[in-house]
């Protein structure tokens, strides 16, 4: 239970996104896959909707661009040269050429810090997760993960939700850990948690929109 919520609180870090459909079925500013002549990209059946630029013409990066990358990620199931082809070529399908660099460089750092999470996945254990301060301490070592590969700036844009997801973890293991609490009552709390946590998504994501 204790791993479950280590790496539940890890999901938050892009590993969950909607499914990816075909180019057709979505609604998205399609150009040619080469914008750039002097590159040959390979053209896609399919796409990951939809990349923003602001009105000068610059990337915007903030979650969608963290599950454009994640959606991708999952789509070549670890073959590293697909993957790199078909980011490459999603970009400069969405973007002008200088805004597609610009997430092609982002890509690049953003997955390296997923390799470097997923090394820390693979040396967890339930037992090293024996309290809210563990589940703390391995969080932080997370965060300091991902201000090595993506600075301070790019990790508040690609994600602005971490602090209350750290929150939600400890706290949910305090609850777990609480033998005063009856199991409808920690049901109950928990579920409490979920719906605030659901609550301040939604308006951060209508702020967002305004």
């Known amino acids: 239970m204790m ?20 180019a057709a079925s979505r609604s998205a500013r399609i150009v040619s896959p080469v914008q750039d002549t002097s590159m040959t990209l390979p053209r896609l059946s399919w796409h990951v ?24 990620m999952r789509h070549a199931q670890g073959h590293a040269q697909q993957l790199e082809r078909e980011v490459q070529a999603d970009l400069y399908a969405q973007l002008n050429p200088a805004a597609a660099a610009k997430g092609l460089a982002i890509f690049h750092r953003y997955r390296a810090f997923q390799q470097a999470l997923d090394l820390l996945e693979q ?26 590969y993506l600075g301070a700036h790019l990790s508040q844009q690609l994600f602005p939700d971490v602090q209350p997801i750290h929150d939600l973890s400890a706290a949910e293991l305090d609850v777990m850990q609480d033998h ?12 409490a948690m979920s719906q605030s946590l659901q609550a ?7 702020s967002t929109q305004l």
Not at 126 to 143: W, Y
Not at 180 to 191: C, E, V, Y
Not at 200 to 206: G, N, S
Request: proline share 3%.
């Open 200 to 206: 301040y998504a939604a308006q951060r994501d209508r």
């Open 123 to 148: 040396g967890q254990s339930s037992s090293s997760l024996s309290s809210p301060d563990d589940l703390r301490m391995q969080l932080a070592r997370v965060d300091q993960l991902r201000l090595q």
């Open 49 to 72: 909707c939809c990349l923003h630029e602001s009105a000068d013409g610059s990337l915007i990066a903030d979650q969608t661009l963290r599950q454009f990358f994640d959606e991708h």
């Open 3 to 22: 791993a479950g919520l280590f790496l539940a609180g890890l999901a938050w870090y892009g590993v969950q996104s909607g499914p990816t459909r075909p």
């Open 180 to 191: 005063s609490l009856s199991q409808q009552q920690k049901i109950d709390r928990l579920q």
